[in-house]
């Protein structure tokens, strides 16, 4: 599975928009980007994946450039109970299930 | 109702001894899995179980082994414990199927302390 690069840290204010970026320039054609969160003492939350749409549901958005090396997940309006780790994955469906976190974000929304 | 629930939440217990931890789903998934995270906070997959097959991880030591009485319950036994095997473990469950594989639902967590 492809590897992933994303900044060790990122803050940002209450009520604005937290764009989170991740690399994976070694993305194959036939994984997915997946983006889980882990909020403090709590087990990780899935959040969304693509493949190269963009897509959105009630949680973010995730946006997947056209050569698919990059994707940012978008939180419209950060709150501080938005404050966690948020891991990027890049995985093919059906990988024998062995999903693994590498280090993440750790997003601090303030007030 | 709790999706995926884990016992106990907190377990402290000396070196050497044998502990479970328990774990249900009561969402109707076919995969569950155990994973690790260690005081750096790296969380590590441990092993993958569904009917059909367990995957495991080739760093686990044979003194973890995961007991599946039925599709809906992944306990954890860890035999002669170490001082390294202090950590939170999180149970893990998914569908089956290509859009749901790697949707997981994880457990609120055991924290192991080993004395």
């Known amino acids: 599975d492809a590897k992933t690069t994303q900044p060790p840290s990122m803050d940002c204010a209450e009520g604005r928009a937290a764009n989170l970026p991740c690399n994976h320039s070694t993305i194959s054609g036939n994984e997915y980007v997946y983006w889980y969160r882990q909020i403090h003492s709590q087990g990780p939350q899935y959040i969304i994946h693509?493949?190269?749409n963009n897509e959105t549901n009630e949680m973010a958005s995730l946006i997947i450039t056209e050569d698919r090396k990059s994707s940012t997940l978008i939180l419209p309006h950060a709150t501080l109970r938005d404050t966690a780790v948020y891991y990027c994955?890049?995985?093919?469906?059906?990988?024998?299930?062995?999903?693994?976190f590498g280090g993440g974000t750790r997003l601090m929304v303030k007030p | 109702d709790t999706a995926v629930s884990q016992t106990p939440k907190y377990l402290v217990t000396q070196m050497g001894n044998d502990k479970s931890i328990k774990c249900e789903q009561n969402?109707?998934?076919?995969?569950m899995y155990w994973y690790k995270q260690d005081s750096k906070k790296f969380l590590k997959i441990m092993f993958s179980y569904n009917n059909k097959e367990l995957i495991i991880n080739e760093t686990v030591p044979n003194r973890f082994s995961p007991k599946s009485p039925d599709k809906a319950h992944l306990n954890l036994h860890i035999n002669s414990l170490e001082l390294g095997d202090s950590a939170v473990y999180f149970c893990a469950s998914s569908p089956q199927g290509l859009s749901g594989a790697n949707v997981l639902t994880f457990g609120a967590g055991s924290r192991l302390t080993v004395l």
């Open positions: 693509g493949l190269k």
């Open positions: 994955i890049v995985i093919r469906h059906n990988a024998g299930n062995m999903l693994t």
């Open positions: 969402l109707g998934h076919d995969t």
